[in-house]
């Protein structure tokens, strides 16, 4: 597999939530720690983030525009040839899913899920940077500035997707949603518990 960095987008404000997502926690674990965790378990050399977090290999953006921007910081310190992107608030992400998106060859400036802008895999090129550059520019109107323009621009290919993984894009933005999304986690954990130790039981002499 090609050496590919990894970004966590987690700049934002979370004024829907009420306090920063990125620090809410599932079994002790952060969301922000998950990201960084899922992204490296994918094979990613290095991950950044995108925000400003002590202690992490924050990746701040400078414009404060959203996700674009902190894509164009991600992309201003990747050294490798493709930029692996994952959103903070996306609890139910797998690393497989990232993994078959890594792996899938694909000709254009990126890939990722269809009817899904993330997690993205982008190449790191001119042609991305520039297109961010275009929407960022002062001059561009904000409501042109948005992930759906960019990935019109950027031509960036969908990969069919299974209804059954749906759910695991979906994201955490309002506490409605987060408690959801523990209710949901504290439904699967245990079956996923008992089914291990019924494979147990049946392995044992």
């Given at each position: ?71 164009a910081a991600g992309l201003e310190v990747c050294k490798t ?94 506490p409605a949603e987060w408690q959801l999304c523990q209710r ?22």
């Amino acid at each position: 597999m090609q050496k590919i960095t990894g970004l966590v987008l987690a700049g934002g404000r979370s004024s829907r939530m009420g306090t920063n997502k990125a620090l809410l926690e599932i079994n002790g674990e952060t969301l922000l720690n998950r990201a960084v965790r899922l992204l490296e378990l994918s094979g990613c050399k290095e991950v950044f983030i995108s925000g400003d977090y002590y202690g992490q290999r924050s990746v701040p953006d400078r414009a404060q525009l959203g996700p674009l921007a902190g894509i164009a910081a991600g992309l201003e310190v990747c050294k490798t040839e493709k930029l692996l992107i994952l959103p903070v608030d996306m609890p139910y992400m797998t690393s497989e899913l990232l993994q078959l998106l890594m792996r899938f060859a694909f000709a254009g400036n990126g890939i990722s899920y269809a009817d899904a802008q993330f997690p993205l895999l982008l190449l790191n090129n001119d042609a991305n940077r520039e297109i961010l550059a275009g929407l960022l520019a002062p001059e561009t109107p904000a409501n042109q500035r948005s992930m759906h323009q960019f990935c019109h621009a950027a031509l960036i290919i969908e990969l069919p997707i299974s209804p059954k993984y749906q759910y695991c894009f979906e994201n955490t933005n309002t506490p409605a949603e987060w408690q959801l999304c523990q209710r949901r986690l504290n439904e699967t954990v245990p079956k996923v518990i008992g089914a291990a130790a019924r494979r147990q039981e049946s392995e044992s002499p």
